[in-house]
């Protein structure tokens, strides 16, 4: 886990409904991340954050928010305008600014029901 | 943009054997790379990384190759063990992209008893 923990582990979703992704980090790790992995697919980055509050969109934002507010958390929020959140969601960290390996939480997986 | 490839979405070997899996990288400006492992329902986890100013880097049965030439990055494992059964993922850096990572698609490698 490496000191980023995910939660909850299994969320649920009713169609219409915000849901929120808890990622928090004991690393002091300056930059966090939130992907995005379906099944037999890659990692897609919706927002990252290098510093708090401040945060940048990634590749697939719509639909998603986040907010930066302490250096140790970067929550996710999945709207009611993604038309197709279920996926597997995973929070990742970064020592700043050299290039350096990302440590990933364990992922949340969520299903719209 | 830009994105890390991988050559087989799905690679199987008999255990004890040793494998090889590959990547291709478009950006030759990437001076950056990781190998991760992500177990089915768990986050990636760090396996290896090299940086471009080197060609070869050893770990524990472990090995990556890096050949700027082609830009091409492979991942040996030796004496493959049910335990590496996983999907591997490459990922880059690309110098001013802010630290972000550019994974690949990844491999599924299956190991026979």
């Known amino acids: 886990d490496g000191g980023i923990t995910q939660s909850p582990k299994y969320l649920f979703r009713k169609e219409g409904q915000n849901v929120t992704l808890s990622c928090e980090q004991n690393l002091n790790h300056d930059a966090m991340y939130w992907y995005r992995q379906d099944p037999g697919q890659g990692l897609r980055l919706i927002y990252y954050s290098q510093i708090v509050n401040d945060f940048q969109k990634g590749d697939i934002a719509e639909g998603y928010s986040v907010s930066r507010e302490k250096k140790e958390s970067f929550p996710l929020t999945v709207t009611s305008a993604q038309k197709n959140p279920t996926a597997f969601y995973l929070c990742?960290?970064?020592?700043?600014?050299?290039?350096?390996?990302?440590?990933f939480g364990q992922g949340t997986r969520l299903t719209v029901v | 943009g830009e994105s890390v490839g991988l050559h087989l979405p799905t690679l199987s070997v008999q255990e004890g054997d040793n494998s090889i899996i590959n990547c291709a990288y478009s950006n030759s400006a990437s001076d950056y790379f990781i190998w991760y492992k992500q177990e089915s329902g768990k986050g990636p986890q760090f396996i290896i990384d090299i940086r471009s100013n080197m060609d070869k880097r050893q770990g524990q049965r472990v090995t990556v190759l890096l050949n700027k030439t082609v830009k091409h990055l492979s991942l040996q494992i030796a004496a493959t063990q049910p335990g590496d059964s996983a999907v591997y993922f490459c990922a880059e850096n690309i110098p001013g992209n802010t630290g972000k990572l550019i994974f690949g698609q990844g491999t599924t490698l299956q190991v026979k008893p």
């Open positions: 990742a960290t970064q020592r700043q600014p050299l290039a350096t390996e990302a440590f």
